[in-house]
């Protein structure tokens, strides 16, 4: 999280194609200063190999960034066999070399075959999961290797985009929490070899694309009102959930943290609005009572257009 005191109050999403040799939070320090923002936050960081979209969380927007690590993902990734480092991609130390195996498309596409559906996977060492209060890449920059439980990611499919000598490039899509280097490295020894990261890009997340992401260097060409023309509502990553509607008093009282009852059917997480201004989410029981959960301060239609 991202916060400056002489900036200004900006409420969105903006959808960022990362460059290559950047850390997500570089990304996101640049692109907070081209909107003079008070607020912003990341939905899941990308190494600085990796390209690719990186939704933008600014002001209220950062409050549903937390609900976005849940997304599932999409990459196209590109691995060369026979070559491990200790980062897991190009720009770690080589720790190992193999033969490459010689293998056609039938014996790949049945070794890939074997990581679809619900697999475990053992987390890398450079990785920022934590180990008594320090993240691993900590650990692992000072020489230290930490035993790490195998732990159960989804992958909802895997395409072979192409292979041509050690390099495979494949399009996957899979859950939270899966990390695409340490899947292209067991690939690697499925195959009898090794494997490293050449190239990643994510090309999805949740409901966003990278077709609506813009480069830094786009959004610098653009002016101001371009740049805020482009931000994506606070509650769209939220379309999933159902939307309940209240009347102004029921509002004032959710605003204020009070339970209200509604005429709504069904129960759990809902989206709640006042004349179609989103006011937060909250819990539906089963007997219409209404919880707010985490409630938004923006601005409704009207006030914005009278500044």
Same mark, same amino acid.
């Given at each position: 999280m991202a916060k400056s005191k002489s900036g200004r109050d900006v409420d969105g999403i903006v959808l960022l194609d990362k460059g290559q040799g950047v850390s997500s939070n570089q990304a996101l320090q640049a692109v907070r200063r081209l909107f003079n923002a008070n607020k912003a936050g990341h939905t899941g960081a990308l190494d600085p190999l990796a390209t690719g979209l990186l939704p933008l969380c600014f002001g209220e927007?950062?409050? +549903?960034?937390?609900?976005?690590?849940?997304?599932?993902?999409?990459?196209?990734?590109?691995?060369r066999l026979g070559i491990m480092t200790d980062t897991g991609?190009?720009?770690?130390?080589?720790?190992?070399?193999?033969?490459?195996?010689?293998?056609?498309?039938?014996?790949?596409?049945?070794?890939?075959?074997?990581?679809?559906?619900?697999?475990?996977? +053992?987390?890398?060492? %450079?990785?920022?999961?934590?180990?008594?209060?320090?993240?691993?890449?900590?650990?692992?920059?000072?020489?230290k290797t930490i035993d790490r439980a195998a732990r159960q990611v989804r992958?909802?499919?895997?395409?072979?985009?192409?292979?041509?000598?050690?390099?495979?490039?494949?399009? +996957?899509?899979c859950s939270k929490g899966t %990390?695409?280097?340490?899947?292209?490295?067991?690939?690697?020894?499925?195959?009898?070899?090794?494997?490293?990261?050449?190239?990643?890009?994510?090309?999805?997340?949740?409901?966003?694309?990278?077709?609506?992401?813009?480069?830094?260097?786009?959004?610098?060409?653009?002016?101001?009102?371009?740049?805020?023309?482009?931000?994506?509502? +606070?509650?769209?990553?939220?379309?999933?959930?159902?939307?309940?509607?209240?009347?102004?008093?029921?509002?004032?009282?959710?605003?204020q943290g009070q339970q209200v009852m509604i005429e709504a059917s069904g129960t759990g997480r809902v989206r709640i609005y006042c004349h179609q201004h989103f006011l937060g989410l909250g819990e539906l029981s089963l007997n219409g009572k209404l919880a707010p959960k985490k409630?938004?301060?923006?601005?409704?239609?009207?006030?914005?257009s009278s500044e």
């Open positions: 927007a950062t409050k +549903v960034s937390g609900l976005m690590l849940d997304d599932d993902k999409r990459y196209q990734v590109t691995f991609d190009a720009e770690g130390q080589v720790i190992k070399t193999m033969m490459v195996p010689e293998f056609d498309q039938a014996s790949l596409q049945h070794c890939l075959s074997q990581f679809t559906g619900d697999i475990l996977q +053992v987390p890398p060492m %450079y990785s920022a999961l934590k180990f008594q209060g320090r993240k691993l890449y900590e650990l692992a920059r000072e020489g992958i909802d499919h895997i395409e072979l985009l192409g292979f041509s000598g050690a390099d495979i490039t494949l399009d +996957v899509a %990390y695409i280097r340490s899947l292209a490295e067991d690939i690697g020894h499925a195959l009898g070899s090794c494997a490293t990261v050449t190239a990643l890009r994510r090309i999805s997340a949740g409901l966003f694309s990278i077709e609506h992401a813009h480069t830094m260097e786009q959004l610098k060409a653009m002016s101001d009102a371009q740049r805020l023309a482009l931000m994506i509502a +606070v509650d769209t990553p939220l379309a999933d959930l159902p939307a309940v509607e209240v009347r102004n008093g029921d509002a004032l009282k959710i605003q409630l938004f301060n923006l601005k409704a239609a009207d006030d914005a």
